[in-house]
Antibody, heavy 122, light 109 residues
Framework: QVQLQESGPGLVKPSETLSLTCTVS??????????WSWIRQPPGKGLEWIAY???????NYNPSLKSRVTISIDTSKNQFSLKLSSVTAADTALYYC??????????????WGQGTLVTVSS | EIVLTQSPGTLSLSPGERATLSCRAS???????LAWYQQKPGQAPRLLIH???SRATGIPDRFSGSGSGTDFTLIISRLEPEDFAVYYC??????????FGPGTTVDIK
């Protein structure tokens, strides 16, 4: 059974860059069946998809964040990462990494990390 | 951008009752790209339904999904104590590629 685990600083200063890594175990990020994603959830609020990356390096970003987001993948370490630049308090959220399975008639996140809280504050 | 609206915002029911949750899209959802998730406090969301009506692995058959176009429904036939949670619908295919509804809270009456 695949497991995903987020890691990274829990506190980031305004205007700096948030950096998170998701380590995948029990499965491979090189699997062509899946897209590897980041999703966030501000405290007490709903879910927002940020971006995905495919093992080939193909990416797709939420247009609302695209100018500030970079997603990357390291198949040798079985990890993928998120960088979000110029953060503000509005970026304070629980950040999840998740695996998306996309097919002819289905596209959903079937595995999730436990989430990591990132607070933007000076 | 497709906006998903969920109703009601909160559903107060008793164990054993039937729960009917609605997800409405501002435009037609492409193909069958509609999923449902359950989230309990302090936990990550859990996939319940994908492709409008297919239960994810290990999901009990009291959960069922239906709908097409812009109107989708999640039904929990008989609420168990562990079903009280927040439920989100999610679509795929419009920019942004994935969007979620605001959620419906099912709480104990």
């Amino acid at each position: 059974q695949v497991q995903l685990q987020e890691s990274g600083p829990g506190l980031v200063k305004p205007s700096e860059t948030l950096s998170l890594t998701c380590t995948v175990s029990g499965g491979s990020v090189s699997s062509g069946a899946y897209y590897w994603s980041w999703i966030r959830q501000p405290p007490g609020k709903g879910l927002e998809w940020i971006a995905y990356i495919y093992y080939s390096g193909n990416t797709n970003y939420n247009p609302s964040l695209k100018s500030r987001v970079t997603i990357s993948i390291d198949t040798s370490k079985n990890q993928f990462s998120l960088k979000l630049s110029s953060v503000t308090a509005a970026d304070t959220a629980l950040y999840y990494c998740a695996r998306a399975l996309v097919g002819y008639s289905y596209a959903s996140f079937d595995s999730w990390g436990q989430g990591t809280l990132v607070t933007v504050s000076s | 951008e497709i906006v998903l609206t969920q109703s009601p915002g909160t559903l107060s029911l008793s164990p054993g009752e039937r729960a009917t949750l609605s997800c409405r899209a501002s435009q037609s959802v492409r193909s069958s790209y509609l999923a449902w998730y359950q989230q309990k406090p302090g936990q990550a969301p859990r996939l319940l339904i994908h492709g409008v009506s297919s239960r994810a692995t290990g999901i009990p058959d009291r959960f069922s999904g239906s709908g097409s176009g812009t109107d989708f429904t999640l039904i929990i036939s008989r609420l168990e104590p562990e079903d009280f949670a927040v439920y989100y619908c999610q679509q795929y295919g419009s920019s942004p590629l994935f969007t979620f509804g605001p959620g419906t809270t099912v709480d104990i009456k």
